[in-house]
């Protein structure tokens, strides 16, 4: 309950902000070359040649950001030219009747679905089971691991993201999400509402739905045409498919602009794939289970540049599909996001400070886990030489909430057999990049977690990665990773637990790296 009461206090603070007008902006001046200017050349030309510019004047320096330079207004740009806000006199925010119905749109489809297409029993839904619903109140589910913990965090980017198209900010989106899984919990299953549910859906989703609207974002560029254009909204459009929507419905699918219209970070990409080993037993080193993995991570964002901060204007989000281990493909899905900070700059040493958001998903052959947290961060650049430097993030954390398996090497139930707890958490990661020819990373995570749904006592779980890549060619690289997981597990009225396991990875790379955010971060 007092989770319930938390997110509804969150939600009632998001709703006073409705009432708050969108503050007008100045005129937004953009890096000059950013404007389409009619007659001048074809808008591909200039696109191209302003882009050309930027990455000659506005690309990073050695103090890890690019230099002053008076083609940029950092009132309502950064540093790499671009702006800070989405463009208020074209991202206005619609009437509030929008995103609600289009919540509940989004849960109509779903159930709709459920239904008649899977014929779900929990979607028998009718007068009687909504009354028992609002009498009988909330409990904790039994669902799967996978559905509690992605499955609902991702519907909530939805219901988040009918705001977030709309026109309204994260905070005020966040409300959509909370209104959207109360919808879902009291009206689109014949199954009492879920403590869980309440929780993970609007938190997580809020986590998950920020990110793919700003990844949209990087994708979307109103003053494009022909293919380029088609290809980027059919893109932007399965990455987020109720801003793909909302697009259509505000006519701005094929409107065209003269300028930049939308907030972009400099973004760097990192594919992964190769050969994964489950050993055994965890001294059976490079023995055991083999599959395929194929991982992208999402570095946005300029951790170093100096700047006021807001939330997600700096991410790092990891996912990682393995194949040939049975239903169990989606192995874990982490990252991070700012919600605030602050920049320092110490001599050679750039800082930054702030308050942090994690998402924790972990669904594999040897345990699961999920988590959210929110606590602070620091990361710190030293450059070593000219081409090599040490990269390094700390975070302590508070779990509100989070959900771990009851023992080891998770089966594939249909039911929970999984515990929920609340707890704290530490991450450590550090990378030295040698120049462009090898990377050496030590990761530590490790998670303290008390169940209070299930098997009473304390589990003590740790994480640990180290890591080394060594270049090929250009952005193509080689690497290992060797990947050991432990749980200490204390139980109130049983025999302690305490378990092992340890993985090897072997995969080529490829790193996509933004033209004016140079460097490997992590």
């Known amino acids: 309950m007092r989770f319930l009461a938390v997110l509804l206090i969150l939600c009632s603070l998001t709703l006073t902000l409705f009432s708050q007008r969108n503050v007008p902006q100045k005129k937004q001046a953009t890096f000059p070359s950013d404007s389409i200017v009619p007659g001048k050349s074809s808008p591909e030309k200039q696109i191209k040649k302003s882009k050309e510019e930027k990455v000659e004047h506005l690309s990073d320096s050695v103090g890890n950001e690019p230099m002053q330079s008076n083609r940029v207004d950092t009132t309502v740009q950064n540093k790499y030219g671009d702006l800070l806000d989405d463009d208020s006199t074209y991202s206005t925010r619609?009437?509030?009747?929008?995103?609600?119905?289009?919540?509940?749109?989004?849960?109509?489809?779903?159930?709709?679905?459920?239904?008649?297409?899977?014929?779900?029993?929990?979607?028998?839904?009718?007068?009687?089971?909504?009354?028992?619903?609002?009498?009988?109140?909330?409990?904790?589910?039994?669902?799967?691991?996978?559905?509690?913990?992605?499955?609902?965090?991702?519907?909530?980017?939805?219901?988040?993201?009918?705001?977030?198209?709309?026109?309204?900010?994260?905070?005020?989106?966040?409300?959509?999400?909370?209104?959207?899984?109360?919808?879902?919990?009291?009206?689109?299953?014949?199954?009492?509402?879920?403590?869980?549910?309440?929780?993970?859906?609007?938190?997580?989703?809020?986590?998950?739905?920020?990110?793919?609207?700003r990844l949209s974002s990087n994708i979307l560029d109103d003053r494009t045409r022909g293919l380029p254009r088609i290809s980027r909204e059919i893109l932007a459009g399965i990455l987020n498919p109720m801003r793909g929507l909302n697009r259509i419905l505000q006519g701005k699918t094929f409107h065209r602009t003269n300028k930049e219209v939308y907030q972009k970070e400099p973004l760097n990409v990192t594919l992964y794939t190769g050969l994964h080993y489950v050993n055994e037993g965890h001294k059976d080193f490079g023995k055991g289970t083999r599959s395929e993995l194929l991982n992208a991570q999402f570095d946005y964002g300029n951790p170093f540049e100096i700047r006021s901060r807001k939330p997600f204007d700096f991410f790092k989000l990891r996912t990682e599909l393995n194949f040939g281990v049975g239903r169990k493909i989606l192995d874990n899905v982490t990252g991070y996001g700012i919600l605030t900070g602050k920049n320092i700059k110490l001599k050679k040493q750039s800082i930054l400070i702030g308050l942090f958001q994690h998402y924790d998903y972990?669904?594999?052959?040897?345990?699961?886990?999920?988590?959210?947290?929110?606590?602070?961060?620091?990361?710190?650049?030293?450059?070593?030489?000219?081409?090599?430097?040490?990269?390094?993030?700390?975070?302590?954390?508070?779990?509100?909430?989070?959900?771990?398996?009851?023992?080891?090497?998770p089966d594939s139930s249909e039911f929970r057999d999984y515990n929920f707890g609340d707890g704290l958490e530490g991450k450590f990661e550090s990378t030295v990049n040698i120049g462009k020819y090898a990377s050496a990373s030590f990761v530590y995570y490790y998670y303290i977690i008390r169940t209070f749904v299930g098997a009473k006592g304390n589990n003590y779980i740790g994480i640990l990665k180290p890591r080394i890549t060594i270049r090929l060619y250009k952005d193509l690289s080689i690497g290992f990773e060797h990947f050991v997981y432990y749980n200490d597990r204390y139980l109130r009225d049983l025999a302690a637990i305490h378990s092992a396991r340890t993985e090897q990875k072997l995969f080529l790379s490829l790193y996509f790296e933004d033209k004016q955010r140079r460097g490997h971060y992590n």
Do not use: C, M
């Open 362 to 409: 972990w669904d594999n052959k040897t345990f699961e886990l999920g988590s959210i947290a929110f606590g602070g961060g620091l990361f710190s650049k030293i450059p070593l030489s000219k081409t090599s430097e040490i990269y390094t993030n700390i975070h302590i954390a508070v779990i509100p909430f989070a959900g771990n398996s009851t023992h080891f090497g």
């Open 94 to 213: 619609y009437p509030i009747w929008i995103p609600v119905l289009e919540s509940i749109g989004s849960n109509a489809i779903t159930w709709f679905g459920d239904r008649y297409i899977l014929r779900a029993e929990y979607a028998r839904v009718g007068l009687q089971s909504w009354k028992s619903n609002f009498k009988n109140g909330w409990e904790w589910d039994v669902d799967r691991f996978g559905i509690n913990f992605i499955g609902h965090p991702y519907s909530g980017t939805l219901t988040f993201n009918s705001g977030r198209s709309n026109g309204y900010n994260y905070f005020q989106s966040f409300a959509f999400a909370v209104g959207g899984s109360l919808t879902w919990e009291y009206l689109g299953e014949n199954t009492r509402p879920s403590y869980n549910d309440i929780i993970n859906t609007p938190v997580n989703g809020a986590f998950l739905g920020e990110i793919l609207y």
